[in-house]
């Protein structure tokens, strides 16, 4: 007896090495990136924009910075973005994505959500408002969009993809990160439930180490990471294009992983310095 899942028409062409490979799957689909302004979300908005992709594109409050990235989307690829402007934490905010995404009448197949905060306090000045100000941005936030757009993906004929941004800081223990890092580890474990809520929605994490744009790229410029180029421990800065393609790895619609946490840190969580 054949199994029912079998399928021999692919079968065939395998043991004849035909294999598939498609290009442009994204094309004439929709796809979230919250906080898609910023120094690592806009590189994954222009992969995207390259490709066809319909974008509605999340920020805080900085208006000024999201409409020249639509300008300059606009002019390098011709595709105009839907931007959405707020907070994550505010429930008519995330709504705005759900109805922006709604609107553009392509089928919702992917997110990608990148709103964070570094939450930089110094330990001796931790208090309960800048613990919960970091909970706040770096997970409540996010991980209420996740469950509103992964609900809405849930119900389509052809599922999704949501990826959530976390950071190198959240799997390994670095001096001064608690504020940071505790509830991007919370977003984490958060992404390997969500993974399991949904058969047709996966779930995944990049967790990127010190990147050369964005809210790392002051302290990269100051030299604080030097140490790890000069010992030997990464070959160079991340880049935003190495996450924005581990991002559409992920985002890919026949993408074969879920509840995973990718790093994307040149091995420097590696530590070969020692
Ligand atoms: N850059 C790095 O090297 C690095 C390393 C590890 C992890 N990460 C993570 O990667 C993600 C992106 O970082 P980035 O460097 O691109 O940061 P960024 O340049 O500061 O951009 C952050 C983006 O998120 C938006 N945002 C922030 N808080 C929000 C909120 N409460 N509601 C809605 N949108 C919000 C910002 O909007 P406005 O511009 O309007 O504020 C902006 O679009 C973050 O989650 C960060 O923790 C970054």
């Known amino acids: 007896m054949t199994s029912p899942h079998w399928d021999e028409a692919r079968a065939a062409a395998y043991r004849e090495f035909r294999f598939e490979f498609p290009e442009k799957t994204l094309a004439r689909r929709t796809v979230v990136v919250a906080g898609g302004t910023g120094g690592l979300g806009s590189a994954i908005v222009a992969l995207l924009?390259?490709?066809?992709?319909?974008?509605?594109?999340?920020?805080?409050?900085?208006?000024?910075?999201?409409?020249?990235?639509?300008?300059?989307?606009?002019?390098?690829?011709?595709?105009?973005?839907?931007l959405v402007e707020g907070n994550l934490s505010d429930a008519s905010v995330r709504r705005s994505y759900l109805e922006a995404a709604d609107r553009l009448g392509t089928p919702l197949s992917g997110a990608a959500i990148f709103s964070g905060d570094p939450a930089r306090v110094a330990f001796q000045d931790l208090d309960h408002e800048s613990v919960v100000a970091s909970l706040e941005s770096n997970y409540v936030g996010p991980v209420l969009l996740a469950k509103d757009l992964g609900d809405a993906m849930a119900v389509t004929k052809t599922g999704g993809s949501l990826v959530l941004l976390a950071t190198m800081q959240a799997t390994a223990a670095f001096p001064s990160s608690l504020n940071y890092a505790a509830p991007k580890a919370a977003l984490v474990h958060a992404a390997r439930i969500l993974a399991q809520q949904w058969n047709s929605v996966r779930v995944n994490v990049i967790a990127p180490g010190a990147t050369i744009t964005g809210m790392a790229a002051a302290s990269v410029q100051s030299g604080k990471y030097d140490r790890y180029i000069d010992a030997g421990a990464i070959p160079r800065f991340g880049r935003p294009e190495d996450i924005a393609r581990a991002v559409r790895f992920f985002l890919e619609p026949d993408n074969y992983i879920t509840g995973q946490t990718l790093l994307v840190d040149g091995g420097l969580t590696l530590r070969r310095d020692r």
């Open 49 to 82: 924009a390259r490709e066809g992709v319909n974008l509605v594109v999340g920020y805080h409050r900085d208006r000024g910075r999201a409409q020249r990235l639509g300008d300059a989307i606009e002019r390098e690829f011709g595709r105009k973005l839907t």
